[in-house]
């Protein structure tokens, strides 16, 4: 591909997403709230090729990627209780309506809560003096098939697989035993820290990102600091295109 088709592929893909930006500077003024997400719906809804009403199917994807968001490897919780979650948040735009975002709030409190103890699981399972990493484990790397877990004996299990497929990336990048335990104890208490200090309006930008990106590959919500990121890193790297493609299910998304 040369570069000027190239240039072009680029300015396709990156059309809706600058229409999911730029469509609603009234609403973009004023400050994130749960009583403004609406203000945003409306405007993703109004200016989107294909999408122009919030349908049943467009509320339980939003619920699934909102979900996936806390947990892209899908071994924190179990297939019921994702199935809970799913249930609350699918209609949540009804109660969002009338300014309540509980439900938001209860899927943020239950990752809060097994993150802090998937923390305290790897450190202890890394930190057993007869910790060895299992070559003969099996892993499907590939979340959305692989399935949330039913039973806790299946997370659990799930967890151990994959701190020792964790474990033997970091091995096999010259890191030493000692070294690869204290990393990846450090990784899971960073991810359970962050997520509980995570902030409201965070949480917000979060669920409208997830509502975005269930409209389609390209489309996706930015809060005002991480636009500003966003803009100065394609300003940076336009020179020589600087961007990286991939496909998924038949659509062009920029990866970086």
Do not use: W
């Amino acid at each position: 591909m040369n570069m000027r088709k190239l240039r072009q592929l680029f300015v396709l893909v990156l059309v809706p997403l600058t229409l999911a930006l730029g469509v609603a500077p009234e609403a973009s003024a004023a400050p994130l709230s749960c009583r403004t997400i609406p203000k945003f719906v409306e405007r993703f809804l109004e200016n989107h090729i294909r999408s122009r009403e919030l349908t049943p199917e467009l509320e339980r994807r939003t619920a699934d990627v909102f979900i996936r968001s806390f947990d892209p490897s899908q071994s924190a919780l179990l297939e019921s209780e994702v199935e809970m979650l799913r249930a609350k948040l699918v209609g949540t735009f009804d109660e969002i309506e009338a300014g309540d975002c509980s439900a938001l709030g209860m899927t943020h409190n239950m990752f809060v809560e097994r993150h802090g103890e998937i923390a305290v699981q790897v450190a202890e399972i890394v930190g057993a003096e007869d910790y060895a990493i299992d070559p003969e484990v099996e892993l499907l790397l590939d979340a959305k098939k692989r399935g949330y877990p039913k039973t806790i004996e299946e997370r659990d299990l799930l967890l151990r697989k994959l701190v020792h497929f964790q474990m033997s990336n970091y091995i096999s990048s010259a890191t030493t035993m000692e070294e690869a335990k204290e990393l990846l104890a450090n990784r899971y208490d960073r991810r359970a820290r962050r997520l509980k200090e995570l902030e409201t309006v965070d949480l917000l930008s979060s669920f409208l990102d997830a509502f975005a990106s269930s409209l389609d590959p390209h489309s996706n919500y930015f809060s005002a600091d991480v636009y500003e990121d966003f803009r100065i890193q394609m300003s940076l790297s336009l020179t020589g295109i600087g961007v990286a493609l991939s496909e998924q299910d038949g659509f062009a998304v920029v990866e970086r």
